[in-house]
T-cell receptor, first 120, second 113 residues
Framework: GAVVSQHPSWVICKSGTSVKIECRSLDFQATTMFWYRQFPKQSLMLMATSNEGSKATYEQGVEKDKFLINHASLTLSTLTVTSAHPEDSSFYIC????????????????FGEGSRLTVL | KNQVEQSPQSLIILEGKNCTLQCNYTVSPFSNLRWYKQDTGRGPVSLTIMTFSENTKSNGRYTATLDADTKQSSLHITASQLSDSASYICVVSAYGGYNKLIFGAGTRLAVHP
């Protein structure tokens, strides 16, 4: 089956530094990728929707200057947490959708394994 | 407002027993409903996806049902195993845009020996 790879799987950084997380679709082209964050014992919260070649669409309350998303190719999207602070510590997960012909959104959704960010 | 509600919030069962998880939604216009299994510290893995016309779909010991009239879905796990311990997330898609995925809060299942 399709695989979505995230890297790194975990990262520890100092407060004030920036961290980049990569999301790659390994065997299919993903026209749309999604970024989520998940706090302990809670469900996924959509942060932004990333479409190849265009600007990401951010959910209400998510700072676009804080969480920079780039979807430069059909197989790669990146999330950069800029000037990270301890409150940004979370589990970040991406997903990629293989869009079906005709434009319907019933294409399967594949999730990455997640990246755990700890900001000291 | 588009919402997905799951119940119970958490569940403990003994190994070998069956269980059923519930998902009620108010998403419109409905496109499809998915069940995912998420192990702790891992990304969600797809179990089933059902469109409007499908009312039952199985994946091994997992059987999902969908009643589009009452806007309810269930996930039945048969002969539970310790490895079934995870969070089970119901996700409903609405037509109309890339971000029309509404996530339930999940049901945390613990299977004890």
């Amino acid at each position: 089956g399709a695989v979505v790879s995230q890297h790194p799987s975990w990262v520890i950084c100092k407060s004030g530094t920036s961290v980049k997380i990569e999301c790659r679709s390994l065997d299919f082209q993903a026209t749309t990728m999604f970024w989520y964050r998940q706090f302990p014992k809670q469900s996924l919260m959509l942060m932004a929707t990333s479409n190849e070649g265009s600007k990401a669409t951010y959910e209400q309350g998510v700072e676009k200057d804080k969480f920079l998303i780039n979807h430069a190719s059909l197989t790669l999207s990146t999330l950069t947490v800029t000037s990270a602070h301890p409150e940004d510590s979370s589990f970040y997960i991406c997903s990629a959708r293989w869009r079906l012909a005709g434009g319907t959104n019933t294409g399967e959704l594949f999730f990455g394994e997640g990246s755990r960010l700890t900001v000291l | 407002k588009n919402q997905v509600e799951q119940s119970p919030q958490s569940l403990i069962i003994l190994e070998g027993k069956n269980c059923t998880l519930q998902c009620n939604y108010t998403v419109s216009p409905f496109s499809n409903l998915r069940w995912y299994k998420q192990d702790t510290g891992r990304g969600p893995v797809s179990l089933t996806i059902m469109t409007f016309s499908e009312n039952t779909k199985s994946n091994g010991r997992y059987t999902a049902t969908l009643d589009a009239d009452t806007k309810q879905s269930s996930l039945h796990i048969t002969a539970s195993q310790l490895s079934d311990s995870a969070s089970y997330i119901c996700v409903v898609s609405a037509y109309g845009g890339y971000n029309k995925l509404i996530f339930g809060a999940g049901t945390r299942l613990a299977v004890h020996p």
